[in-house]
């Protein structure tokens, strides 16, 4: 698979960190966990929003209402994420994180905030970061650092469910050769705009040198077989062979969606700066 020259970012915004838990970890380790959270938080309230785009004009009333509940945990644990950061105390400055930054500010995966296209583009995506999820939440479980490990349980009590519907979805697209074919064109173009995401996950290498996460290294390594395994099992080599080789290189350049996805999520805060609820 070709790939395209990525754009250098420009800096992002410093996260600032208000939450009192943290103060027990050094500076820099502290900024590492922050990174991360806001990573993970940013890709949530993103995916979420996309996923909530479905309602009233998914393929069934059954997944209006799947697609629904699903984007309202996902904005549920992005809330959880943010406040890892802020803290649970201070729920302007969660509001803050999630709704005041400019949409280059987001520090989400950017094949997240791709329109949802059709069907077969949805699913793939969605087994893509449930897979990814349930990988990055398995580690975070065992995670050394404060209050990960319950707010990692606790969003997976939820997230296992979610990754059983994708699963199903997987199964039933896969049935027919000519679904199964669309279905992995549209894994390939997934992973070719996000690659293999547990590679590029902000802060890892410094919380895995303070012993408080898993390393890069085992996280790439253990998302990669866990997307494999369920592509192999429903799918011919000829058909996972491309997202094999997407996996291993660098993501292809961000696709559009960004400052559109950034514009509805934030338009109610921008028109009525200051409201509360």
Do not use: C
């Given at each position: 698979?070709?790939t395209?020259?990525?754009?250098?970012?420009?800096?992002?915004?410093?996260?600032?960190?208000?939450?009192?838990?943290?103060?027990?970890?050094?500076?820099?380790t502290?900024e590492?966990?922050a990174?991360?959270?806001?990573?993970?938080?940013?890709?949530?309230l993103?995916?979420?929003?996309?996923?909530?785009?479905?309602?009233g004009?998914?393929?069934?009333?059954?997944?209006?209402?799947?697609?629904?509940?699903?984007?309202?945990?996902?904005?549920?644990?992005?809330?959880?994420?943010?406040?890892?950061?802020?803290?649970?105390?201070?729920e302007?400055?969660?509001?803050?994180?999630?709704?005041?930054?400019?949409p280059?500010?987001?520090?989400?995966?950017?094949?997240?905030?791709?329109?949802?296209?059709?069907?077969?583009y949805?699913?793939a995506?969605?087994?893509?970061?449930?897979?990814?999820?349930?990988?990055?939440?398995t580690?975070?479980r065992?995670?050394?650092?404060?209050?990960?490990?319950?707010?990692?349980?606790?969003?997976?009590?939820?997230?296992?469910?979610?990754?059983?519907?994708?699963?199903?979805?997987?199964?039933l697209l896969?049935?027919?050769?000519?679904?199964?074919?669309?279905?992995?064109?549209?894994?390939?173009?997934?992973?070719?705009h996000?690659?293999?995401?547990?590679?590029?996950l902000?802060?890892?290498?410094?919380?895995?040198?303070?012993?408080?996460?898993?390393?890069?290294e085992?996280?790439?390594?253990?998302?990669?077989?866990?997307?494999?395994g369920?592509?192999?099992?429903?799918?011919?080599p000829?058909?996972?062979?491309?997202?094999?080789a997407?996996?291993?290189?660098?993501?292809?350049?961000a696709?559009?969606?960004?400052?559109?996805?950034?514009?509805?999520?934030?338009?109610?805060r921008r028109?009525?700066?200051?409201?509360?609820?």
């Open positions: 698979m070709s395209a020259t990525v754009p250098r970012a420009r800096a992002a915004t410093p996260i600032r960190v208000t939450n009192p838990a943290l103060d027990v970890m050094e500076p820099r502290r590492a966990f990174e991360l959270m806001l990573f993970m938080a940013d890709s949530e993103i995916i979420g929003h996309r996923h909530s785009e479905w309602t004009f998914a393929p069934t009333a059954e997944e209006d209402v799947a697609f629904s509940s699903i984007a309202q945990d996902e904005m549920g644990h992005a809330h959880l994420y943010y406040a890892l950061i802020a803290g649970v105390a201070d302007s400055a969660v509001d803050r994180l999630a709704l005041d930054r400019g280059r500010d987001l520090r989400h995966l950017p094949a997240l905030h791709a329109p949802n296209g059709d069907w077969f949805t699913i995506r969605h087994v893509y970061w449930d897979v990814f999820e349930n990988t990055f939440l580690a975070a065992e995670s050394r650092a404060p209050l990960l490990p319950a707010a990692a349980q606790r969003i997976l009590n939820e997230e296992r469910y979610h990754l059983e519907h994708a699963e199903e979805w997987l199964r896969s049935r027919r050769g000519p679904q199964r074919r669309r279905l992995a064109r549209a894994m390939q173009k997934v992973v070719g996000a690659s293999n995401a547990a590679r590029d902000p802060g890892v290498d410094e919380l895995a040198r303070a012993g408080l996460f898993a390393t890069r085992d996280l790439t390594a253990a998302f990669r077989a866990a997307l494999l369920r592509l192999e099992h429903s799918w011919s000829g058909e996972v062979g491309p997202v094999v997407a996996l291993a290189t660098r993501p292809m350049a696709p559009p969606g960004r400052y559109q996805v950034h514009r509805d999520l934030t338009g109610l028109a009525h700066p200051g409201a509360t609820w």
